[in-house]
């Protein structure tokens, strides 16, 4: 028999849990009868703890962009109590850099949200119950067999919280390992949109290059630093 009916929402959850590294190609897009017109192309590389990296690429650049070059690449650094963000703009030699501190007199951390758009789904998806799930059938995903499961997201995550949203999960059929990610929702002015999270990989090696804070020579530089706080008691406040 097919392997794939064997493969349980908990055996996705199981793999979504051993994630330590990630990366993966990202495209977003607008949704017509005549297909979806791609807004945006991007590479993600991610690294728990506290490590992002984005590169966007233009809509047009095909499915192998990184030939010509990111127009526009976002590297964040996170630890408890500060933010590092440097976004680089290639074509125009470029660069800014925040840097956030964050003080709170709270029991925890200073609360922060996602790191990206990336983290911000994948979270979502793992914090997803079985019972919020439903098979969806079996396809062929890059030469793999794979199991689809539709979820139900809460429409409050988003931007637009009247926004209904759709995701799918297409997995091994093998181990339950994600392989296709496919999210539809309509932005804040009604449009509908189109999320695809393909060619994922966890738990590779990853350099450490990827995520320097570091301006190439000769580019211009503007620097911002930001300070916020967080009081468990407002008459505390300064």
Known sequence: GDSSNAIAWADVQLQLNQVQTLT????????????????????????????????????????????????????????????????????????????????TDGPGPFPQPALDFVQFNWELIKKTTADKTRRIGDRIIDGVAATGFELEIPDREYVNPLSQIRAQLWASGKDGRPLLIEIEYRDPVGQKM??????????????????????????SLVRIRTESAEYADAGLAP
């Open 194 to 219: 189109r999320m695809e999270y393909s060619d994922i990989q966890w738990n590779v090696p990853l350099d450490e290059s990827l995520f320097d804070l570091v301006v190439p020579e000769g580019w």
């Open 24 to 103: 993966l190609r990202a495209l977003t897009g607008v949704s017509a009868n005549t297909g979806m017109r791609i807004t945006e192309r991007y590479r993600v590389y991610y690294r728990d703890p506290g490590l992002s990296r984005i590169e966007e690429y233009p809509p047009d650049a095909g499915p192998d962009p990184i030939e010509k070059g990111a127009r526009k690449v976002t590297i964040i650094r996170r630890e408890a109590g500060s933010n590092e963000r440097l976004t680089l703009y290639p074509g125009a030699g470029r660069a800014e850099r925040i840097d956030s501190v964050l003080l």
